[in-house]
């Protein structure tokens, strides 16, 4: 598994419990078939003028799944750090929309005095324990 792979999967189980019991899908490994540098850049160049806002949880899944995918190989081909970088700031602006729209769903459905309990280690019961 390359370095690019094994940030993404520790990032994307960090986000996981974010997505309540699978109600959301959550970001699957890279593609396995590796994406040609023409379609990257054909990829990078169309993506990164639309907005993320309008974009499905798949299409999201997909477009960070694949700009890992061509970061890896860019990577891996010893390409311009500039290359490698553009396909990861591609993934931050997708995976943004993400993060915001998770925090949202927590906001709106009155998740954040759970989340931030269970974030900050204080299970019921322990809190007066953590606070001494």
Known sequence: MSYLSSVVKTHSSMLAFLFLAGAVPTLASPTETKPTPSV?????????????????LDQINERMNTMVACADEAHHHRRSDKITMAYLNEFYRVHTELANRTFNFITRHNLKAQFDEEENGVASGQTAAKEN
């Not at 850049?41 to 499905?56: C, G, H, P």
Request: with cysteine; hydrophobic share 30%; charged share 35%.
């Open 40 to 56: 990257c850049k054909a990829d990078l160049k169309e993506w990164s003028v639309q907005k993320t806002e309008t974009l499905t």
